[in-house]
């Protein structure tokens, strides 16, 4: 069965990576949620998806100039003003585990250090999976390749996934040389051939934003490991419908 996973929580229908978008997820039975993270000046990991709060928050500058205590203060309700989201705050990774300790969704974290070089990032993020004990349940993907590697020489048991987002050549072996168990594609990167065959090769397929019914119907059909959207509550009717 295609697996849902929410991408930064339930982003098309509530305020993207926070924990109302979380609850929504949960809500509308996502098998899983996306995430990105990012460092605080105060070296605390939080969920955030661009290096600074500009475009998320009523703040501004740079998430690496804030401690975790200042970063909380902002409203996180982008592209959602109304009194239902106002309350809205970036959340720590830790406060996402809390909440993931109480059901059982598949939490993939992207980092977000393709820009930043974020130093400690991958060892905070390995050192809260140990202390959750959630190395099962955890994918941690990069468009930094370098990055996830080191997480897997960190802790072999968590699953990492490269993302990419052109036209990777046989990206099955190109995962296995990672130690990857999966690979995270840009939609438009993947034909069907190269699902089929990098699962044939063992290799999962997790392809990235999927939020037109189509788009999910080829994906659905194809029996793809996963989607990732924006738009769970749509994919999980689908997929419902297609139940029979
Ligand atoms: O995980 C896939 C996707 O989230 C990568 O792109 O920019 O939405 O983080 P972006
Ligand atoms: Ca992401």
């Known amino acids: 069965m295609t697996l849902i996973f929410a991408h930064r929580g339930s982003a098309g229908t509530h305020p993207e990576n926070t924990m109302e978008a979380f609850y929504e ?9 996306e995430l990105d993270v990012q460092l605080t000046k105060d070296g605390e990991i939080v969920v955030i998806h661009d290096e600074t709060v500009n475009r998320t928050t009523n703040g501004k500058g740079f998430v690496k100039d804030y401690s975790l205590k200042e970063i909380q203060k902002l409203q996180a309700n982008y592209k959602f003003k109304n009194k239902l989201f106002k309350k809205n705050r970036v959340p720590s990774l830790r406060e996402v585990f809390l909440w ?6 598949i939490c993939n974290i992207e980092l977000k250090n393709s820009i930043m070089d974020y130093q400690g990032l991958e060892e905070k993020v390995i050192g809260l999976i140990r202390e959750f004990g959630f190395e099962d349940r955890i994918i941690i993907s990069s468009f930094n390749h370098y990055s996830i590697v080191a997480c897997y020489r960190l802790e072999p048991a968590v699953e990492i996934a490269p993302l990419y987002s052109s036209g990777l050549f046989m990206p099955w072996i190109y995962a296995q040389s990672l130690r990857a168990k999966a690979i995270h594609p840009n939609l438009k990167a993947v034909k069907d051939e190269i699902i089929i065959e990098s699962m044939n090769n063992g290799i999962c397929v ?13 994906l659905l059909n194809l029996g793809c490991t996963a989607i990732v959207t924006d738009y769970p509550e749509k994919a999980w009717k689908l997929r419902e419908s297609k139940k029979g």
């Not at 990235?208 to 080829?218: A, F, H, L, S």
């Open 206 to 218: 997790r392809p990235y934003t999927v939020n037109k019914v189509e788009q999910m119907e080829r």
């Open 25 to 33: 997820a949960e809500r509308v039975k996502a098998d899983g949620i």
């Open 100 to 105: 993931l300790k109480g059901n059982n969704i």
